[in-house]
C-alpha cells in the first residue's frame, strides 16, 4: 500500500524542486544579461566621454599624441578598468592605452569594425581585433564611437574595450550568492514539508486506528487534541467523534433491545413450556388442564402481538429512514369518533364513560390518517386499559398558535415522575402495571412517538393525583 504521506511529502518536495529549478533559470538569465547590459551601457557612456574629450583636446591643441594627452588617456583607462585605443578613419592606430601588449604605427583596425561605425555610427560586441589582442588577452568586449564630426564627417574613432573575466566573475559570484541561499531555502521548505506532512496524516492515521477498534467492537475510543483546530481537519475530528457517540448510543440500544425482547420472550415461552410439560407428565391433573391450555393460548397471543408489533416498528424505522412521510388534510374530530367506536367493547368491559370536548365543526389537519389514527388508537386503549373501573375517559382538542392539541387522559394510578421521561422507549412497562398488564408488549408508546417523529409533531404526558394524560400535536390545515 503506497503511503499518503510519502506521497503527499514527494509531490510538495517536487514541487519546490521544480520550482526552485525554474526560479534559478529565469535569475540566472536575467541577472547575466543585466550585468552584461550594465557594462555596455557603462563603456558607451565612458566611450562617448573620451570621444568628447579627445574632440575637445584636438580642436585646442591640434595634436592628440603628445605625452600630456597620453598620461591623462591612461589615467582614465585606469580608473575605468578598459583599454583605450584612438585610431583615424582610415584604421590605423594613433593611440592606444596598454602599450605593453601592443601599440605601433602599422597596427590597423579590421574593416568590418570601421565599416559599421561609419554606417552606424557605433560598434559593441566581442572582438580580439583581429590579431591585435594577443591569447593572453583574448576576445574582448569592444564599443566603439567616432570623434571630431565636422559636417558628417568624422576624424577618427575611440574605441573602450574591458576584459569579459571581471563581468563574468561578477555574475559567477551573484549565481554562487543565489545558488546557496536557494539550498537553504530548500532545506528549510523540505523540513517544513516534512513536519507539514506529518501534522496532516497524524490524525488521518489516529482516525484509521479508532476505526479498526470499532470493527473489533470498541465504540469509547474518541480523536482528542483537536478540539481548538479551525480547519477541515478539525471538522473532520468532530464530525468522527460525533459518529463515535453514535455508534456508541446505537451498540447501547441494539444491547438494550435484545436484553429487553429477551426478557419478554422468555416469560411467555417459559409460561407455556412449563404447563406444556406438565399437561404431557401428568403433573397437571386431567380436571385444570383446560385452565392451563387457556393460559398457553393466552401466552401464545401475546408472543403473536409482540412478533407483530415489531414488524411494525421496524417497518416504522424503514421508513424514517428513507422518506418523509407524505401528508395530507383529514378531519381529526372523525377520525377519534371512529377510534372511540371501535373501542366500544373493551370501554363498556371496564365499565368506563368517554366524555369528549371537541368542536362541532370538522376541524382539519394535516397529516397522515393512518398514522394518526394509529396514535389514537394506541393512546384510548392503553387509557382504558390503566383506567379504574368505573372512571371516565376525557378526550380534549384545543386550538393554539396554528396546532391542534389533542389530550387522551384517565383516572388511575399515578405514574412516578422518575418514569415519566422514559415511558415512550421500547419495552418499557411501568412497574405499576406489569402484574395486570399481562398482554401488553412495552412497544404502544414507542410506536406513537415514532409515529409522531416522522410526522414532524411532538407528544408529551403529565401524571398528577391519578390523573394522566398524554397530548399530542398535528399543525392545523
Given at each position: 500500500m503506497k503511503s499518503l504521506y510519502k506521497r503527499q511529502l514527494t509531490m510538495m518536495l517536487g514541487v519546490v524542486l521544480v520550482s526552485f529549478i525554474l526560479l534559478s533559470a529565469a535569475y540566472m538569465m536575467l541577472s547575466y544579461y543585466y550585468i552584461i547590459s550594465e557594462k555596455r551601457d557603462s563603456m558607451e557612456a565612458n566611450a562617448k566621454y573620451f570621444a568628447t574629450f579627445t574632440e575637445y583636446y584636438q580642436v585646442r591643441d591640434g595634436d592628440i599624441q603628445n605625452e600630456y594627452y597620453r598620461q591623462f588617456m591612461a589615467v582614465l583607462a585606469r580608473i575605468s578598468d578598459s583599454f583605450i585605443i584612438v585610431a583615424d578613419m582610415a584604421g590605423d592606430v594613433i593611440y592606444a592605452s596598454d602599450g605593453v601588449y601592443f601599440y605601433s604605427e602599422d597596427q590597423v583596425i579590421p574593416e568590418g569594425i570601421m565599416q559599421q561605425v561609419k554606417e552606424v555610427g557605433f560598434f559593441n560586441g566581442m572582438t580580439n581585433l583581429g590579431t591585435m589582442y594577443p591569447e593572453i588577452v583574448g576576445m574582448r568586449y569592444m564599443v566603439a564611437v567616432p570623434y571630431g564630426v565636422d559636417m558628417n564627417v568624422p576624424k577618427g574613432i575611440v574605441m573602450v574595450s574591458a576584459d569579459t573575466s571581471s563581468v563574468s566573475e561578477m555574475w559567477r559570484s551573484t549565481a554562487t550568492i543565489f545558488f546557496?541561499?536557494?539550498?537553504?531555502?530548500?532545506?528549510?521548505?523540505?523540513?517544513?514539508?516534512?513536519?507539514?506532512?506529518?501534522?496532516?496524516?497524524?490524525?488521518?492515521?489516529?482516525?484509521?486506528?479508532?476505526?479498526?477498534?470499532?470493527?473489533?467492537?470498541?465504540?469509547?475510543?474518541?480523536?482528542?487534541?483537536?478540539?481548538?483546530?479551525?480547519?477541515?481537519?478539525?471538522?473532520?475530528?468532530?464530525?468522527?467523534?460525533?459518529?463515535?457517540?453514535?455508534?456508541?448510543?446505537?451498540?447501547?440500544?441494539?444491547?438494550?433491545?435484545?436484553?429487553?425482547?429477551?426478557?419478554?420472550?422468555?416469560?411467555?415461552?417459559?409460561?407455556?413450556?412449563?404447563?406444556?410439560?406438565?399437561?404431557?407428565?401428568?403433573?397437571?391433573?386431567?380436571?385444570?388442564?383446560?385452565?392451563?391450555?387457556?393460559?398457553?393460548?393466552?401466552?401464545?397471543?401475546?408472543?403473536?402481538?409482540?412478533?407483530?408489533?415489531?414488524?411494525?416498528?421496524?417497518?416504522?424505522?424503514?421508513?424514517?429512514?428513507?422518506?418523509?412521510?407524505?401528508?395530507?388534510?383529514?378531519?381529526?374530530?372523525?377520525?377519534?369518533?371512529?377510534?372511540?367506536?371501535?373501542?366500544?367493547?373493551?370501554?363498556?368491559?371496564?365499565?368506563?364513560?368517554?366524555?369528549?370536548?371537541?368542536?362541532?365543526?370538522?376541524?382539519?389537519?394535516?397529516?397522515?390518517?393512518?398514522?394518526?389514527?394509529?396514535?389514537?388508537?394506541?393512546?384510548?386503549?392503553?387509557?382504558?386499559?390503566?383506567?379504574?373501573?368505573?372512571?371516565?375517559?376525557?378526550?380534549?382538542?384545543?386550538k393554539k398558535d396554528g396546532k391542534a392539541y389533542t389530550t387522551v387522559g384517565n383516572l388511575g394510578a399515578t405514574i412516578p415522575a422518575e418514569e415519566l421521561p422514559i415511558l415512550f422507549d421500547r419495552f418499557h412497562k411501568a412497574d405499576y402495571s406489569r402484574s395486570s398488564d399481562r398482554e401488553g408488549v412495552g412497544l404502544g408508546l414507542y410506536i406513537v412517538k415514532t409515529l409522531l417523529g416522522n410526522l414532524k409533531e411532538s407528544i408529551s404526558v403529565t401524571s398528577e393525583d391519578g390523573v394522566t394524560q398524554f397530548t399530542f400535536t398535528l399543525t392545523l390545515a
Open positions: 546557496f541561499t536557494a539550498v537553504v531555502v530548500l532545506m528549510i521548505a523540505v523540513i517544513v514539508s516534512l513536519l507539514t506532512s506529518a501534522y496532516q496524516i497524524r490524525p488521518l492515521n489516529e482516525m484509521a486506528e479508532a476505526a479498526n477498534k470499532f470493527g473489533r467492537g470498541d465504540f469509547e475510543v474518541r480523536l482528542t487534541g483537536y478540539e481548538n483546530r479551525e480547519d477541515e481537519i478539525g471538522e473532520l475530528a468532530e464530525a468522527f467523534n460525533f459518529m463515535a457517540s453514535s455508534l456508541s448510543k446505537v451498540e447501547a440500544n441494539r444491547s438494550e433491545f435484545i436484553a429487553n425482547i429477551s426478557h419478554e420472550l422468555k416469560t411467555p415461552m417459559t409460561t407455556i413450556s412449563g404447563f406444556a410439560e406438565g399437561i404431557l407428565d401428568g403433573t397437571i391433573p386431567p380436571e385444570r388442564q383446560n385452565e392451563f391450555l387457556q393460559v398457553i393460548v393466552l401466552e401464545t397471543r401475546r408472543l403473536s402481538r409482540l412478533v407483530r408489533r415489531m414488524l411494525d416498528l421496524s417497518r416504522l424505522n424503514a421508513l424514517a429512514e428513507t422518506a418523509v412521510t407524505a401528508q395530507e388534510q383529514f378531519d381529526l374530530t372523525e377520525v377519534i369518533s371512529r377510534v372511540i367506536i371501535s373501542l366500544e367493547g373493551k370501554i363498556n368491559d371496564r365499565e368506563l364513560d368517554v366524555e369528549t370536548r371537541m368542536p362541532e365543526d370538522p376541524l382539519m389537519v394535516w397529516g397522515d390518517p393512518d398514522a394518526v389514527t394509529q396514535v389514537i388508537y394506541n393512546l384510548m386503549d392503553n387509557a382504558a386499559k390503566f383506567a379504574a373501573k368505573g372512571t371516565t375517559l376525557t378526550v380534549q382538542i384545543t
